[in-house]
């Protein structure tokens, strides 16, 4: 897939913009569409496509639903993914439940996905049923799935019927549609449809307060980026040679098989030659090969001892390393996907 670069945007002291681009320079990059990444005072801008194809997929058919109670048997969970989006209720394809405070709908994929996007279809009734029911996705059922991460809240469109949100990749085996007020009402709906792709194979070790798990697809840094934000905290740092030490051994037990060099959260900045960490860790420790030179903007470390780092092309697809833990007091640096301020919209 191509990438054009668009501009570079640099903010001086008093935050007007002056535009530095744009340029004419074609990269061949990952899969995040329209994204600009906020590095300080500079902003870099850039554009590419979206999932795989096998991301298009409907897995919601392959699953099995369940809700907190039913309305008849007119209103069966299953009728939410029986494949049709007929939104007349006497026309037996629509979910209900009884008239009941927090009332929810969930379905448990086959197996953990990263999901894409999610498309529920309203009646052409009761509409505001719809209205302030949000969209969870995850991997606990406590509370019956309801506190897993949240991907969006949804209302009724009086434009559509259908509405499609984006959930970036957010993984998890369990969708729940939950509304959370006391009030007595039904959750009522048509259709669910679920696009996405099994999650990618990892493995994970706790070390000093951290969760690191290193993660079997092969993705370029920008992507890399997004995928440990959407499922994890971030792209890992390494603060000191302990956490060099632990990447070592995470990389010794991997099942499968491993890039050259693993994506971390390293990043140059364009203006010049200091490297940061995209979590806002300070760069107190640095492990760079001596032969590195440091003409790109990414780095990553190696998946083989003596483990050094090295700047790497952006584009090139590799393994890499999220984090989660030990956030408190630390401000990761911004990236946007400009895609993302459109996350729910009329099917």
């Given at each position: ?63 099995t ?28 394809s ?8 927090k ?5 448990e ?21 719809l209205?302030?029911v ?22 009724d ?6 509405q ?22 039904a ?14 194979p ?6 000093m ?15 890399a ?44 900045s ?12 300070p ?16 780095g ?6 003596p ?41």
């Amino acid at each position: 897939m191509q990438i054009q670069v668009l501009k570079v945007l640099v903010l001086d002291a008093d935050a007007s913009i002056q535009a530095e681009g744009p340029t004419d320079s074609a990269k061949t990059m990952g899969s995040s569409s329209l994204i600009f990444c906020l590095i300080g005072v500079v902003i870099l801008l850039w554009k590419s496509t979206g999932f795989s194809a096998a991301s298009r997929i409907n897995v919601a058919l392959s699953g099995t639903p369940i809700q907190s109670s039913t309305f008849s048997n007119l209103g069966k969970a299953e009728n939410a993914i029986d494949g049709n989006s007929d939104p007349v209720w006497e026309h037996h394809s629509c979910s209900s439940t009884a008239y009941e405070a927090k009332p929810w709908w969930r379905l448990e994929l086959p197996g953990v996905y990263r999901v894409s996007e999610i498309q529920v279809t309203n009646r052409n009734a009761a509409r505001e049923r719809l209205n302030s029911v949000e969209i969870f996705i995850g991997n606990s059922l406590v509370n019956n799935g309801n506190d897993n991460p949240r991907c969006a809240i949804i209302n009724d469109d009086p434009g559509c019927l259908t509405q499609t949100v984006k959930c970036w990749g957010m993984e998890g085996q369990f969708i729940n549609l939950y509304r959370s007020f006391h009030v007595a009402n039904a959750l009522t709906f048509c259709e669910v449809k679920v696009y996405g792709e099994p999650a990618a194979p990892s493995m994970s070790i706790q070390k000093m307060g951290r969760n690191i798990t290193l993660v079997g697809t092969r993705l370029c840094w920008s992507d890399a980026l997004l995928y440990c934000r959407d499922s994890h905290w971030d792209l890992l740092s390494l603060i000191g040679p302990e956490d060099q030490e632990m990447i070592d051994e995470l990389v010794a037990r991997a099942p499968f098989p491993l890039t050259s060099q693993l994506w971390v959260g390293l990043r140059r900045s364009p203006l010049g030659s200091s490297w940061f960490w995209m979590s806002g860790d300070p760069m107190d420790f640095t492990r760079w090969d001596e032969g590195s030179h440091h003409s790109s903007l990414c780095g990553g470390t190696s998946s083989r001892k003596p483990s050094t780092w090295r700047q790497r092309s952006c584009e090139e697809h590799l393994n890499f390393i999220c984090f989660t833990g030990l956030t408190e007091g630390v401000k990761k640096l911004h990236f946007y996907s400009s895609t993302r301020e459109n996350q729910i919209h009329c099917t």
